[in-house]
């Protein structure tokens, strides 16, 4: 494979291209189901994937107007107007600022694999059901009906096309990333031929003059900030997760460690800055990301081409993109959500615990019908608890008996809050001999429940007018026995 600085450099430009083109129609219809108008959505994805490539953690990544965060709008914009969405896309930002300075982007670690397959596929799913959409027609009522007859058929046609050159090209050059070829030779097909079908014109017009910086004219007032900051808080999350997780995904296609907390603080940076020039919130999109990846993109060239080709499109190449046929686009993204589904997760299916294929089910399955933080929320919850009940029965106990009538309890563990009523069931104060040691060489102490659980067990012994010795104590466990008042030996 020549990886020479002008290959490189090519691919990352090419990559940077294609990436552009799938982002147009997104950042369209994400700023549809907001409600606003379509420039606002390529406003901000033209600085939100500008600013982040230029300034984040995560070379090869697309971020741009996303549709997690275009749904959370969507009630304060019909009640409140654009002014307070453009107000708390710049709170949003500051929140993202504040999470990447107190260096909150490590959490992401504790996300468990599971969630992330969940995530993956539940996000193909919602990538390819957001295609269907594009099957429809306005009727003369102003429903929304299925294309049938003669469209239906060209439509599916031409995305079938389309998919077949997006996979079969590689098998004869590497040369020109797959995805864009496909998109302007059904472009050029269509246009030679005459096709009557729908183009990115039909989603809306896209011209326009260069963002203009404006503060939002809202009353800076507590009052707005109360409105505002609920939305703004799970803009920030849901950005934040979506980003943080597809950063993590991107680890491990391209084999590369990024950096968390920087692409916090350029994605915060970014809706900031976006909220002043009258654009949208965004952060990651693991679609565009996943065609810039397998285009070739790899550098931070990939990105800033993508966010400047966008604004090139308003300003100067709206005639030209406003003729890319919609069936181009959807056959490509159609490719995406099945390389971006985890097929493997099926196939495991009956070698992994069950308590992991459901947090994987579950995640898939509220990824497509809620949103991401939920889903994710709930695959955490559900791995935590899976967690303390496989740990809460690990605890093991032998007991020594010497020939002087003393008894020791050896242990082995951890002991924590969903283990302290096993711990103690393993002691016996009433029949035990009148001295009794507890060794923990081997017993890890992780929380208050389980100094309580200790203070408990040496009060039954009291009771009882025996003797609990306990010997073998980690330094962390002495150091958590004396934070709580409680001694430590």
């Known amino acids: 494979m020549n990886t020479s600085?002008?290959?490189?450099?090519?691919?990352?430009?090419?990559?940077?291209?294609?990436?552009?083109?799938?982002l147009v129609p997104e950042c369209i219809a994400f700023a549809l189901v907001a409600q606003l108008?379509?420039?606002?959505?390529?406003?901000?994805?033209?600085?939100?994937?500008?600013?982040?490539?230029?300034?984040?953690?995560?070379?090869?990544?697309?971020?741009?107007?996303?549709?997690?965060?275009a749904?959370?709008?969507?009630?304060?914009?019909?009640?409140?107007?654009?002014?307070?969405?453009?107000?708390?896309?710049?709170?949003?930002?500051?929140?993202?600022?504040?999470?990447?300075?107190?260096?909150?982007?490590k959490l992401i670690r504790m996300v468990p694999h599971p969630v992330m397959l969940g995530f993956v596929n539940g996000l193909a799913i919602v990538?390819?059901?957001?295609?269907?959409?594009?099957?429809?027609?306005?009727?003369?009522?102003?429903?929304a009906q299925w294309l049938?007859?003669?469209?239906?058929?060209?439509?599916?046609?031409?995305?079938?096309?389309?998919?077949?050159?997006?996979?079969l090209l590689p098998r004869f050059t590497r040369a020109v990333p797959p995805a864009l070829v496909a998109i302007v030779s059904i472009g050029l097909l269509v246009a030679g031929l005459g096709l009557p079908v729908r183009t990115l014109g039909d989603m809306a017009d896209i011209a326009g003059g260069l963002p203009a910086f404006r503060l939002p004219d809202t009353p800076w007032t507590l009052e707005t900030l109360r409105?505002?900051?609920?939305?703004?808080?799970?803009?920030?999350?849901?950005?934040?997760?979506?980003?943080?997780?597809?950063?993590?995904?991107?680890?491990?296609?391209?084999?590369?460690?990024?950096?968390?907390?920087?692409e916090c603080l350029a994605l915060g940076l970014a809706n900031l800055l976006s909220g002043l020039f009258g654009g949208m919130g965004g952060c990651a999109m693991i679609g565009q990301t996943m065609i810039n990846l397998t285009s070739g993109g790899r550098t931070r060239l990939s990105g800033i081409t993508s966010g400047i080709m966008i604004l090139l499109f308003v300003l100067y190449l709206s005639p030209l993109i406003e003729r890319i046929p919609l069936a181009a686009l959807v056959g490509v993204m159609f490719v995406v959500a099945q390389q971006t589904f985890a097929w493997a997760s099926l196939r495991v299916i009956r070698q992994i615990p069950k308590a992991d294929v459901l947090v994987i089910f579950v995640v898939t399955v509220i990824t497509v019908l809620t949103d991401l933080a939920t889903a994710v929320f709930c695959g955490v919850v559900i791995a935590a608890l899976n967690f303390a009940w496989?740990?809460?029965?690990?605890?093991?106990?032998?007991?020594?008996?010497?020939?002087?009538?003393?008894?020791?309890?050896?242990?082995?563990?951890?002991?924590?809050f969903a283990s302290t009523t096993a711990f103690l069931q393993l002691f016996d104060p009433a029949g035990d001999p009148e001295q009794v040691t507890l060794d923990c060489s081997a017993l890890k102490f992780t929380d208050y429940s389980a100094i309580m659980a200790l203070k408990t067990l040496r009060e039954r012994y009291v009771k009882a007018g025996k003797l609990l010795r306990v010997i073998h104590l980690s330094e962390q466990c002495r150091q958590l026995l004396r934070s709580t008042g409680h001694p430590s030996h």
């Not at 600085?5 to 799938?22: K, M, Q, W």
């Not at 003669?150 to 031409?158: C, E, H, Q, R, V």
């Not at 979506?242 to 491990?252: A, C, I, K, M, V």
């Open 5 to 22: 600085p002008v290959a490189a450099l090519r691919a990352n430009l090419l990559a940077g291209l294609t990436s552009s083109f799938a």
């Open 37 to 69: 108008n379509p420039l606002m959505g390529l406003y901000g994805a033209f600085i939100i994937c500008t600013l982040t490539a230029l300034l984040g953690g995560r070379p090869g990544m697309i971020s741009g107007a996303a549709g997690s965060m």
């Open 71 to 105: 749904v959370v709008i969507v009630a304060l914009v019909g009640r409140y107007g654009i002014s307070y969405l453009l107000a708390t896309v710049m709170l949003g930002g500051l929140l993202m600022l504040l999470f990447g300075i107190f260096r909150l982007g």
């Open 127 to 143: 990538i390819a059901l957001a295609q269907l959409e594009h099957f429809k027609q306005v009727a003369p009522d102003g429903s």
């Open 148 to 167: 049938q007859g003669t469209s239906l058929w060209m439509m599916l046609g031409l995305v079938a096309l389309t998919m077949a050159i997006v996979y």
């Open 227 to 262: 409105i505002i900051f609920p939305y703004a808080f799970l803009m920030a999350m849901v950005g934040l997760l979506e980003t943080l997780l597809t950063l993590s995904l991107t680890d491990e296609i391209t084999a590369s460690r990024g950096e968390p907390n920087r």
């Open 390 to 416: 496989q740990h809460a029965h690990d605890l093991q106990a032998e007991n020594i008996q010497d020939e002087q009538g003393h008894k020791t309890y050896l242990l082995k563990g951890t002991l924590f």
